[in-house]
């Protein structure tokens, strides 16, 4: 009877402790989306109201000035989607937003071709339904950067091409408050829809998907961001660096690295508290993986994508930067399953 009690009392502090901790997780998810996403939302959407603006402005006094002045508006609400970029769930997810905020990589030149198209007869852009029907690759921030960036257009001089650019900038700010909007008048589990005969909870299935999202954007970083372009295993082709025409993609990376740290602090209890609780060595290790990611990127030379190196001398630099990802992305994972959640096939893996 004695052996019986005690191991009803460690079954129930086993199921307590469990609890517990899934009450915890609960309002992680809560704080993750107030104190993270919803702001970071909100920054977003007010850069993208701001480049409205500014390409509004440079089309009613084109100069030199003024289109200075959008491209920095550019570049800030860059940094800002660089923040998010890692989630494509919830809101987003609908009407191809998500991609459409950055039709990339862009490897056929797709965006130039329909730029063109339009800037030959910007009226189309009037439709009611024009933005309905509109394809992914002239809606967002890689259509913006071509107008602004791209030697086939000169928003200063061609008065077509600064109309299609102030109505593409018009739609992304309006999106980006759409999003913003919808996130704001509702849960994280209003966005998942768990299969028949699913057991977790809505909490737990979104958290799972999350950080599923996040370890899939960290592929994206090793992978496409970095290793494609510099020829890190195959043909180098700069081309295809992110936001490479405004000299955005080392920063780009960057941002993203700091994001994951705080998206693994934020809240209390946060997701690295939740991880100490019940994993204390490998959240220790995820949270030194995630400095040392950040840390190797900022050694990385300002010019590394646009200066005069050899294929060689970036792969070189890169060495140490692919193996810290890797290795916060092993630990990551290990640290989540332990934890209790299931983690898919990483579809962005290129390894």
Known sequence: MLFSKKALFSALAIITAGQATADSLDVTLEQIQSQFIVPKYSQFSQSAEALATSTQALCS???EQTLLDAKQAFINNVEDWQQLQWLNFGPVT???????YEYWPDKKGVTQRQLRSLSADPQTMQAPKFWTSA???VRGMTAIESLLYHGDFNVVARPSDCEVLQAVSQHHASTTQDVLNQWQQSKATDW???E???TASAEHLVLEQMVQQWLEHMSVVKDAKLEVPIGYKERANLKLAEFYRSEQSLEAIKTNLKSYRTLYHVGSPSLYDAAKAQQPELAQSLENALADNLKIAMQLPSDYFTGSYTQEQRVEMAKPLVSAISNSQQTLTNLVTSMGFQIGFNSRDGD
């Open 196 to 198: 028949e005969g699913a």
């Open 135 to 137: 394809s992914i690759a």
């Open 94 to 100: 609908y009407f191809m937003r998500y991609y459409a």
């Open 192 to 194: 998942i829809f768990p």
């Open 61 to 63: 006094a084109p100069s």
